[in-house]
C-alpha cells in the first residue's frame, strides 16, 4: 500500500506511527510523525529569510535613496550645501569628475526630474523604511509615524513658504512629497516576511 513502511523505521525526516490489529499482528498507520527540521534546514531558512529582507532594504530604501542622491550630486547646482559636505570629507575632487564625465547627459533630464523627483525618491525611501520597520505594529502606530513622514516633507516646503526655512517654496515639489508618500504606501510591503 503506497505510503506505508516498516514499523518503527524511519525515512528521512519521516517516522511511521504503529498500532496493533485485532488479531495482535502490528499494522502501520496512515498518518506520520514528522520529525523536527534539521539544524541545517531551519539555517537555509534564516538565511533564505535574511536575503528577501535585505532585498526589500535594497529595492525600497537603499536604491531610491541612491537615485535622489545621485541627482542631485551629478547635475544640481554645487552651491548646494552637500557640495560643502564633500569639501569637508575631501571628496570634491572625485565628485567634480563624477559631474564633468555626466555633463553631457544634462540635456536630457527633464526639469521636473532634476528639481522634484528627488524629494519623492527620498519621501518613499523614508515611508517604505517605516512601513517595514513597523510591519508587526499596531495600525495606528503606524499611520502616526507615516504622517510623521508626510508632515516632515510638506512642512518643509511650508517653512520655506513663511521663510522659517531656507529654501525657495515650490509647489510642485509639495506635489512630488505627496506622490511619493503615497506610492510608498501602496507599493511597499506591509506585512513581515515569516521564519
Not at 502490528?26 to 523536527?36: A, E, G, V
Not at 536604491?63 to 569639501?87: E, H, K, M, N, Q
Not at 515611508?127 to 504622517?147: E, K, N, P, T, Y
Request: aromatic share 12%; proline share 6%; net charge positive.
Amino acid at each position: 500500500m503506497p505510503g506505508i513502511r516498516p514499523c518503527g523505521n524511519t525515512n528521512g525526516n519521516e517516522q511511521t506511527a504503529c498500532r496493533s490489529c485485532g488479531a495482535g499482528f502490528p499494522i502501520c498507520d496512515l498518518f506520520i510523525m514528522r520529525k523536527p527540521a534539521s539544524r541545517h534546514a531551519r539555517g537555509r531558512s534564516v538565511l533564505h529569510t535574511s536575503c528577501r529582507r535585505l532585498g526589500r532594504v535594497l529595492l525600497h530604501i537603499i536604491l531610491r535613496l541612491g537615485i535622489g542622491s545621485l541627482i542631485y550630486i551629478l547635475w544640481r547646482t554645487p552651491t548646494l550645501r552637500v557640495f560643502r559636505w564633500f569639501d569637508t570629507l575631501g571628496i570634491t575632487w572625485w565628485i567634480l569628475r563624477l559631474r564633468q564625465f555626466f555633463a553631457p547627459c544634462r540635456a536630457f533630464v527633464p526639469a521636473w526630474a532634476l528639481f522634484s523627483l528627488p524629494v519623492a525618491l527620498w519621501m518613499y525611501a523614508m515611508v517604505a523604511w517605516f512601513q517595514m520597520a513597523l510591519s508587526g505594529s499596531d495600525r495606528l502606530i503606524r499611520w502616526i509615524w507615516l504622517s510623521i513622514a508626510l508632515t516632515l516633507g510638506v512642512g518643509s516646503e511650508l517653512g520655506q513658504l513663511c521663510r522659517l526655512v531656507p529654501g525657495t517654496f515650490d509647489g510642485r515639489d509639495v506635489a512630488f512629497y505627496l506622490a511619493g508618500w503615497i506610492a510608498a504606501i501602496v507599493c511597499t510591503p506591509k506585512k513581515e516576511i515569516p521564519e
